[in-house]
T-cell receptor
């Protein structure tokens, strides 16, 4: 079965550079979530989109922005990178409808970002 | 603000043992509770989701329960196997189903 695709899988950047992370949800999923997992930490919710509109916002720095496109893929743009942005960034998607399937989030493999 | 706690932080058991992982949350107004497995350096694999109106869900050797009133969920693993070794995370689903995670339980099943 198709899974969530994230690219790139690994990214190395210098401080103050910019980075763009991409997420391709499972086909026909309309909701995308972004999470950040620092070293040894639990994943923290950043932002989510439903039907191409932002649906919720968590602890996302102002230096970060994100959007969901017409084909439902999403991009997380990160500017003025700091050492503390080094983390594993997960994207998750969920399908339309109701009930258990609608609420279940399916996670991608993550993008490991290292800021030097 | 929702806070999720998982106990124990680490657990080591011999193969074949039944075990229970615990998850507690401070705000009982949750939409759901989802259990995940995470292998080192990998993504999260969804194991079970319990909606707020449900008490438990089962999948194979896994059984998850939810008691909203006491702010607790448990994940029961029967007849543990070395392949079950991983970090287990619970996430409480809030508004718009965004998840608040605990720090996880690192499970090691010894052959």
């Amino acid at each position: 079965a198709a899974g969530v695709i994230q690219s790139p899988r690994h990214l190395i950047k210098e401080k103050r550079e910019t980075a763009t992370l991409k997420c391709y949800p499972i086909p026909r999923h309309d909701t995308v979530y972004w999470y950040q997992q620092g070293p040894g930490q639990d994943p923290q919710f950043l932002i989510s989109f439903y039907e191409k509109m932002q649906s919720d916002k968590g602890s996302i720095p102002d230096r970060f922005s994100a959007q969901q496109f017409s084909d439902y893929h999403s991009e997380l743009n990160m500017s003025s990178l700091e050492l503390g942005d080094s983390a594993l960034y997960f994207c998750a998607s969920s399908p339309p409808g109701r009930g258990l399937r609608r609420e279940t989030q399916y996670f991608g493999p993550g993008t490991r970002l290292l800021v030097l | 603000k929702q806070e999720v706690t998982q106990i124990p932080a680490a657990l080591s058991v011999p193969e074949g043992e039944n075990l229970v992982l615990n998850c507690s949350f401070t705000d009982s107004a949750i939409y759901n509770l989802q259990w995940f497995r995470q292998d080192p350096g990998k993504g999260l694999t969804s194991l079970l989701l319990i909606q707020s109106s449900q008490r438990e869900q089962t999948s194979g050797r896994l059984n998850a329960s939810l008691d909203k009133s006491s702010g607790r969920s448990t994940l029961y693993i029967a007849a543990s196997q070395p392949g079950d070794s991983a970090t287990y995370l619970c996430g409480s689903g809030g508004s718009n189903y965004k998840l608040t995670f605990g720090k996880g339980t690192l499970l090691t099943v010894n052959p």
